[in-house]
């Protein structure tokens, strides 16, 4: 079946520096991939998307390309903010299974300090 | 156009007592979506419904567990004779079709479950 794997947590960064979490996942066909955002004691929030090989989601300064050739959808920043201390999660769909199952990853704790 | 709303934000049961978890979709979404956190653990998927039909259980517990998506009114997640490993959040998601796999799903804020 389906699988996402991120890297290992928690990250912690000084404000403005430079950030990659990343994801790779396993899955037959063609998914569509996800980054989703936790702040403490709220629900999940789309951070961006991409739907097919070589799409680049963005938002908010964040960036993710979708490699399927090395099957992963790393998430970067150039430069973070303490605001971006959050839990990301990676996320995918679709890729032989239904298309309303997202699969996640174990979630990247983030702590940026001043 | 207000987002996902799930409530009790806050639930706390005895072991042995039921537990309802109500979510009510997005305006103009037909497709919900429940997930289950448990402790410093990542969401997994439970169920995936549209209007008074099941369409993927594949992650339900075979027991206890129930859920609906009535014609009229809020998707229910039914927990029964809840027991201390049953504590964790419970998140619903929406999306206004289910057909396409670019679909976004927007999750609700969630309802925290402590059972005692």
């Known amino acids: 079946g389906n699988s996402v794997t991120q890297m290992e947590g928690p990250v912690t960064l000084s404000e403005e520096a430079f950030l990659t979490i990343n994801c790779t996942y396993t899955?037959?066909?063609?998914?569509?991939l996800f980054w989703y955002v936790q702040y403490p004691g709220e629900g999940l929030q789309l951070l961006l998307k991409a739907t097919k090989a070589d799409d680049k989601g963005s938002n908010k300064g964040f960036e993710a390309t979708y490699r399927k050739e090395t099957t992963s959808f790393h998430l970067e920043k150039g430069s973070v903010q303490v605001s971006d201390s959050a839990v990301y999660f990676c996320a995918l769909v679709g890729g032989g299974t239904s298309y309303g199952k997202l699969t996640f990853g174990q979630g990247t704790i983030l702590t940026v300090h001043p | 156009n207000a987002g996902v709303m799930q409530n009790p934000r806050h639930l706390v049961r005895r072991r042995g007592q039921e537990a309802r978890l109500r979510c009510s979709p997005m305006?103009?979404?037909?497709?919900v979506y429940w997930y289950r956190q448990l402790p410093e653990e990542g969401l997994k998927f439970m169920v995936y419904?549209?209007?008074?039909?099941?369409?993927?259980e594949s992650g339900m517990p075979k027991e206890r567990f129930s859920a609906e998506f009535p014609k009229e009114g809020p998707s229910i997640l039914r927990i029964q004779q809840v027991v201390r490993g049953d504590s964790a959040a419970y998140f619903c998601?929406?999306?206004?079709?289910?057909?396409?796999?670019?679909?976004?799903?927007?999750f609700g804020p969630g309802t925290r479950l402590t059972v005692l």
């Open positions: 419904l549209q209007k008074e039909n099941i369409i993927d």
């Open positions: 305006k103009g979404h037909s497709h």
């Open positions: 899955a037959t066909g063609y998914p569509s």
């Open positions: 998601a929406s999306s206004p079709t289910g057909t396409s796999s670019g679909d976004t799903q927007y």
